[in-house]
């Protein structure tokens, strides 16, 4: 197996996740409930997702509430605490407002003090991208412990009254600690990409400033997320697809040597397309959707601490992590665990 990054790293500095930590609200919904609401069916979701029920935030409970639990759980499990912590950063499409940014009150939350903060906006993909940030940090001996969060509550920017995308997705949090471990090579290699010229198929037109709040912007629905669902579909696997195969090729391994793969948890159908174009076994695939729907930029980040904490990966495993989202944005990384 090659380190694709062998040569760039400055005094054989890498990075590891240390810590992997989620958080999901306590409420579920479940697709028998969503009967009750649209004119829906539990066959008609189940089919055609996968998802079985989703989790959904409290009035009171925020994204920075979900991102601070998730953060404090992957804080326990470096061994680390609040002080140690160099920077945060919060990959999310739904923060608590538009500013402050919602790493600061993260930051707040969990008793860390004065350190840099902020969040980056790449929906889905989000995680993957604050990963490759932080590891940069990490790399250049700039930080020493980085907090990674993707956190989401999108109940909040879902129409319920859209049957097409309200059975879709759910609110949640994970989060990673990434620090140097010597021992280890870590976070390998990461491809990210982006393509504007298809930003409308996943948007939510309303509240910035090409579009501000207004009583007729809130009457005409412009503040739900909206997605043309078929085009979302062919380019996320095309996307998926050509991010992973670029990232196996850098590390010059194939599928075969991957212990476990973690998509991004949108479509089953999806996730299946992806994992067959690649060649990877069911055994392979880490699957959480029908439990959780799609958290966006928390559905990686989510299924990395489950699939860590179940035993599926262990010390020196070589993981292959997936991700698409609005933008359209797409991601992918090798990580030796």
Not at 61 to 73: I, P, Y
Not at 82 to 91: K, S
Request: contains cysteine; charged residues 20%; hydrophobic residues 40%.
């Amino acid at each position: 197996m090659k380190n694709p990054r062998a040569k760039h790293n400055f005094l054989g500095r890498t990075c590891s996740i240390t810590g992997v930590g989620s958080y999901v609200p306590d409420r579920i919904l479940t697709n028998a409930d969503l009967e009750k609401m649209i004119e829906t069916s539990d066959e008609w979701i189940t089919t055609r997702t996968g998802i079985k029920e989703r989790r959904i935030a409290a009035a009171d409970e925020f994204t920075s509430d979900l991102a601070a639990k998730a953060a404090q759980r992957a804080i326990a499990m470096a061994g680390v605490t609040a002080e140690q912590i160099d920077l945060i950063i919060v990959a999310s499409i739904t923060p608590d407002m538009p500013f402050p940014n919602t790493a600061c009150l993260v930051q707040q939350k969990i008793g860390a003090r004065r350190i840099p903060s902020f969040d980056i906006e790449a929906a889905c993909s989000g995680f993957i991208y604050a990963l490759e940030i932080g590891h940069q940090f990490i790399m250049s001996r700039t930080y020493e412990t980085v907090l990674v969060i993707g956190a989401e509550k999108l109940s909040s920017i879902t129409n319920w009254k859209d049957r097409n995308t309200c059975v879709l997705f759910g609110d949640g949090a994970g989060a990673a600690i990434l620090q140097n471990r010597p021992s280890s090579h870590g976070l390998l290699t990461t491809a990210l990409g982006a393509d504007g010229g298809k930003a409308e198929l996943l948007s939510m037109p309303g509240g910035g400033s090409r579009c501000p709040a207004t009583a007729q912007t809130v009457t005409d629905g412009l503040h739900f997320l909206r997605m043309d669902g078929k085009e979302t579909f062919k380019n996320a696997v095309q996307a998926m697809c050509s991010a992973a195969t670029e990232v196996l090729e850098r590390c010059e391994i194939d599928i075969t040597k991957i212990k476990c793969v973690i998509p991004h948890q949108a479509n089953r159908r999806i996730i299946d397309a992806v994992g067959e174009r690649l060649g990877a076994t069911p055994e392979q695939l880490f699957v959480n959707l029908h439990k959780y729907g799609n958290t966006s930029a928390a559905s990686v980040a989510i299924a990395l601490d489950e699939a860590v904490h179940s035993g599926k990966i262990q010390r020196g495993d070589l993981i292959l992590i997936i991700a698409f989202g609005a933008g359209l944005t797409w991601g992918a990384a090798v990580i030796e665990w």
